[in-house]
């Protein structure tokens, strides 16, 4: 029995919305000579010794933490170089295609109408959250494997519970080589890359770097194809590094940095209202502002894998730094919005991690592990304000607020689990996880999990679970100015009330099957309900985009999805349709960010949270053609779909915003003389201009519109 695998871009690309659920039994293949046995190798050993042992230890290392029952969307390097923009697009929008999945303004996205809860693992190990808003830390370059789990997750998973997104990282073990490209077009894109991997012996090697810069850094403000001041400037590189020490133990590296520039876009034709001046001054063009954001994060990790049946350990340590700087349009601002915040925040998070599995006889599996992580957070502000009279008038010139602040936040977090299969086509995972967070408040739980998975032949598999999550806050993102401090000036919110956020505290539910129809028709659906204490969401309140946490006293989110794929001869299709709803009631945290309006209709109504999209769907097919003048071209395309994000209606949240469509396109050719590959790929090929958002809604900043029309050209050559 295989965990749940829902495999997207069926060999299209080459496999989406293929899913099963079950749960791994036994070990993994082993695939050398016993070590007591065998005869030691020479040094450098053979490269195929090489190879074998780097298989095995790469299912190994797979092995410690399948899904067992949670619902899994897998995609893979082929599948990225396939969809319209290939490697070369943000890895949000690679996301994207992944069902249940919602676009959302400033690069977001959301996993089953959850804000933010998402997880990121690179080879097994977890990255601490960094401070990013727009920018991407990791590009689509350095993945071989990926997948998005959710549901019912297993004891091992916590912390972010909406999604883990797992990478496996490519790490030239099976050849020497290399690419460079150079990929432009629309909004002034121009984005050279490259990427070089290969073996030495008993080390495997792989990095990546790449530059991108276009004018549609993050979204169009009032929908045009290139707004005013939105370039971008961003630079990514990567690098992994493993040494084989012998067949049972092999040590790994892997390292990123990234960093990211970014102007803020600037609306056209609108004025200050009149009610602040600076120097006598009351008017300011809005397409003069200057507003830029600087995002930058570096991250390391270094594991050690020991594999020797019965007994398979990982143990990891990791560091990750991240800051961000946001630059304001000084006097702008100040006659906008009666303030302006220049702000410098830093993170810097180390910890350590352990997982382990052992086969404790042909009915069970255990697994168990620990986490502990060190985070500390500062944050320094110089907000220029207005001295007020008691009535709100401006009562002088602006005067400057300065404040530093800093935090630590110490995390602890065990689990054990027991995968016990019951009868050869059934399977309990089941088991539990104790997380210990101290930051701004001091929580705990003891959660428990458990997966069933029925697969009474290779055509079905069903699967049922029940997971209780612990959520903290997002602890980079916890507001830390004093609002008292704000007194008597302009920027005195009209609630004072600043109760610290709280852990989110979950029972989550989840059902589901897939169906192998035949050999080239896979279908499934899974449903889900979640039930919520002090709901986490988040919000952009001031000019700053640094995202606020912010609580629902109680929570409910519902949804189903269903996925289907087919793949036969040179066509793969798939497609992906989610259906969800997301309510709250009571913020009973970080209400300053509020209007006291807002907060007396919501304690007494649940609403619909801003970033519910009721019907989320999309698609693709790829057609290869292999004989004629043009074999070794492939044609192809994706479909987005939205039905709305929510803004402001009668209530709070009370309205959505229209319907959407976007549909991509790309046709690419490999020149097989030169080791050439040319692609052209067409974004939106309608021109549909929808919003995003529109500026309404609770935590909604500023409007954002989906991307325009865009017309771009790749060119890739392999070395090596």
Do not use: C
Request: charged share 15%; no cysteine.
């Amino acid at each position: 029995m295989r965990p749940l695998i829902v495999t997207m871009l069926p060999l299209l690309l080459p496999a989406v919305a293929h899913a099963q659920t079950g749960a791994a039994t036994g070990a993994p293949a082993q695939t050398s000579a016993d070590p007591a046995t065998a005869p030691a190798p020479a040094d450098p050993a053979p490269a195929k010794d090489i190879v074998v042992t780097g298989q095995r230890l790469d299912a190994a290392r797979a092995h410690i933490q399948p899904s067992l029952g949670a619902t899994s969307y897998e995609m893979t390097s082929a599948t990225i170089q396939a969809l319209p923009g290939g490697e070369n697009q943000q890895f949000n929008q690679v996301l994207l295609q992944l069902p249940g999945v919602v676009q959302d303004g400033f690069g977001q996205f959301h996993v089953r109408d959850d804000h933010n809860g998402l997880q990121y693992r690179i080879n097994g190990t977890v990255l601490p959250e960094g401070l990013a808003v727009f920018g991407q830390t990791l590009s689509p370059r350095l993945v071989d494997r990926l997948e998005l789990l959710t549901g019912a997750l297993p004891a091992q998973y916590g912390l972010r519970s909406a999604g883990i997104i797992d990478i496996t990282t490519k790490s030239g073990l099976f050849h020497n080589g290399g690419t460079v490209s150079l990929y432009g077009g629309s909004h002034d894109t121009i984005e050279p890359s490259f990427t070089y991997g290969g073996s030495t012996g008993r080390t495997n090697y792989f990095v990546s770097g790449d530059y991108r810069h276009d004018a549609l850094g993050i979204e169009s403000v009032d929908g045009r194809s290139n707004p005013v001041h939105d370039d971008t400037d961003q630079y990514q590189g990567f690098a992994y590094v493993d040494h084989i020490l012998n067949d049972n133990n092999r040590v790994s590296f892997v390292g990123g940095y990234s960093n990211q520039w970014f102007q803020i876009p600037d609306p056209v034709g609108a004025q200050p209202d009149g009610s602040w001046s600076v120097g006598g001054r009351t008017a300011y063009p809005s397409e003069a502002l200057n507003e830029r954001q600087l995002e930058r994060t570096g991250f390391g990790q270094l594991s050690l894998l020991h594999d020797a049946e019965p007994l398979t350990i990982q143990a990891s340590v990791f560091a990750r730094y991240s800051s961000l700087r946001y630059r304001p349009d000084l006097l702008g601002e100040l006659l906008f919005n009666g303030q302006a915040q220049a702000a410098l925040k830093q993170d810097f998070t180390i910890g350590a991690q352990g997982d382990a599995v052992y086969h404790l006889g042909s009915a069970h599996t255990l697994r168990g592990g620990l986490l502990v992580s060190r985070d500390r957070s500062t944050s320094a502000t110089q907000t220029s304000v207005f001295p007020v009279d008691d009535s709100g008038a401006q009562a002088g010139e602006p005067i400057v607020l300065a404040d530093r602040a800093a935090k630590t936040a110490v995390t602890l977090s065990l689990y054990l689990q027991d995968e016990w299969k019951l009868a050869p086509t059934l399977t309990l995972n089941y088991g539990a996880r104790y997380d210990h967070y101290a930051g701004y408040r001091t929580e705990q739980q003891l959660s428990p999990r458990a997966n069933l998975v029925w697969q009474p032949d290779s055509r079905f598999t069903g699967h049922i679970g029940y997971a209780r999550y612990f959520v903290p806050p997002p602890f980079e993102n916890v507001a830390v100015t004093s609002v008292a401090a704000l007194a008597g000036t302009s920027a005195y919110p009209e609630v004072t009330t600043d109760t610290t956020p709280f852990a989110e505290r979950q029972h989550y539910f989840d059902a589901g099957f897939q169906i192998r129809a035949d050999a080239h028709l896979t279908w499934g659906i899974d449903a889900y309900y979640r039930i919520s204490k002090n709901l986490i969401d988040e919000g952009q309140f001031g000019a700053p985009i640094i995202l606020t946490p912010f609580n629902y006293a109680q929570g409910r989110i519902g949804g189903i999805e269903a996925n289907a794929s087919y793949a036969r001869g040179p066509w793969s299709l798939y497609a992906n349709f989610a259906a969800a709803k997301a309510k709250g009631r009571d913020i009973v945290s970080s209400q300053f960010s509020f209007s006291a309006d807002d907060l007396a209709y919501i304690a007494g109504h649940y609403i619909y949270l801003d970033h519910d999209q009721s019907y989320t769907g999309s698609g693709g097919l790829s057609y290869a053609l292999r004989t004629g003048a043009l074999a070794g071209s492939k044609i192809g395309g994706s479909l987005l779909y939205g039905s709305g994000l929510r803004t402001d209606g009668a209530v709070p949240n009370g309205a959505k915003l229209s319907p959407y469509a976007q549909v991509n396109l790309t046709a690419s050719h490999h020149f097989a003389a030169p080791d050439v590959d040319v692609r052209f790929d067409v974004i939106n090929v309608a021109d549909h201009k929808y919003e995003i958002r529109d500026g309404g809604g609770v935590g909604v900043g500023a409007p954002q519109y989906g991307p325009r029309r865009g017309f771009f050209v790749g060119v890739s050559k392999a070395f090596g």
